[in-house]
Structure formats: structure tokens, C-alpha cells
């Protein structure tokens, strides 16, 4: 469910007429995000690393109302809860594209995530469902540690939804786990403090992930 904005009540209408207008109105930030509690949670094979790192990002995305904002013309709606759209690796070296709805149980996530996993694997071609704006965009990148990125785009504008990369995991000899994160949004809607909300929430749950993960 979506709803739409007032927007003449939206304490950000002045900055979303600003910034709509740019013909380059997205921002990114890349940092790191400390997954040593993840890692140690989901070693063993009991759960996937991907998929609880999905679904904790998720759950964090849905706990700020900005990233789950999104423009529809001239409108801008609100959505009740937003999903992921993921890109898969195939055992032929190409990729297809994975649907993962957000679920606050996470034993239900998981379930669900490991069959779409499955299903993208198996496939031969590319299911673009760009059209909608309930998802999150992910991409997942295992063989590098960035320290920036940027999008392969074809989309106006006007296209708003966020897209997080996870990067190549790594860790100093005794170590914390460390990861590369990228997220980029579209600055009509969502600032620097609404990403530092997202990116405190995740670090917060990547800490201490066993709770949330049924365990």
C-alpha cells in the first residue's frame, strides 16, 4: 500500500522542488559496515550471510520513512513497507535478477529468499520488474572492496528508487569483519541524516544479528 504525500504540508516541498529538477539529482555515499557479528551468526550454514544481510538492510530501509518515499509524476507516495530487488549469480557466470519481499520474520525471509535464489539460478533470462517503485535495488559484488561506485542507469530523473551495493568482506588477521556498502538516493527525497539513520540502524542489528534472526 502506498499513500500519497501532501505536499503542501511536506516540511521537504522546497527541497524536493529543487532538487527534482536536476538532471542529475542522485547522491551516493560508500562506507563500511563492521559484519563481524553476522559473520559469526551465519557460519556454520545454518543461515545464508546474503540473505540475513538482505533482510537486515530491509528491515533497517523500512525503519526510515525517506527511503521508502517515491516519486510518481508530480506526486509523491508512501509506501507501507518496501521489498528487494537483488542481482544473482548463475553457475554460468551471467546474472539474473531475484524478488525478496520483506517479511519481519526471518525464518519466513529465508525460506522464501532461498527457493527465489533457486529459481534465478535456474533461469536464462533477465525478469526487469523496474517498474515498480516498492523495491530497493541491490547488487552484490564478493570479489571487490570499493571505495566508491556509480550505477549503470537508462531511467529519468524522476526514478527513485534506492540502490544499496554489498562489496567483498574481509578481515585484518584477528580481526573485525569488515564490508564495502554503497547506497545511492535521490536527493528530492532523502538527505545525509536519513541515510546515517539507515546506516546506524543496520550497524546496529549487523552487531548483535542473533535476536533478529530467530537464533
Not at 105 to 124: Q, T, W
Not at 151 to 165: D, I, W
Amino acid at each position: 500500500m502506498a499513500r500519497r504525500l501532501d505536499l503542501d504540508t511536506w516540511s521537504r516541498r522546497a527541497h524536493f522542488e529543487y532538487y527534482k529538477h536536476h538532471e542529475q539529482p542522485f547522491f551516493n555515499i560508500c562506507t563500511e559496515v563492521d559484519v563481524t557479528g553476522l559473520v559469526e551468526a551465519t557460519t556454520g550454514g545454518l543461515h545464508s550471510f546474503f540473505l540475513a544481510a538482505l533482510y537486515l538492510s530491509l528491515r533497517a530501509v523500512n525503519g526510515v520513512e525517506e527511503l521508502r518515499l517515491r516519486i510518481r509524476g508530480d506526486e509523491v507516495v508512501e509506501h507501507d513497507e518496501v521489498h528487494g530487488g537483488s542481482t544473482v549469480l548463475r553457475p554460468d557466470r551471467t546474472f539474473g535478477f531475484g524478488y525478496f519481499a520483506y517479511e519481519s520474520d526471518y525464518s519466513s525471509f529465508e525460506a522464501a529468499g532461498r527457493e527465489e535464489l533457486e529459481r534465478v539460478r535456474a533461469s536464462r533470462t533477465l525478469e526487469d520488474q523496474g517498474e515498480r517503485d516498492d523495491l530497493v535495488y541491490f547488487s552484490v559484488l564478493p570479489w571487490i572492496s570499493f571505495t566508491s561506485f556509480a550505477h549503470a542507469r537508462r531511467c529519468p530523473a524522476t526514478e527513485s528508487n534506492p540502490r544499496v551495493v554489498f562489496g567483498k568482506r574481509s578481515s585484518a588477521l584477528g580481526g573485525a569483519w569488515r564490508m564495502p556498502l554503497s547506497i545511492e538516493v535521490h536527493h528530492a527525497l532523502v538527505d545525509g541524516l536519513h541515510v546515517s539513520e539507515f546506516l546506524d540502524t543496520f550497524q546496529t542489528m549487523l552487531s548483535a544479528p542473533a535476536a533478529l534472526l530467530g537464533d
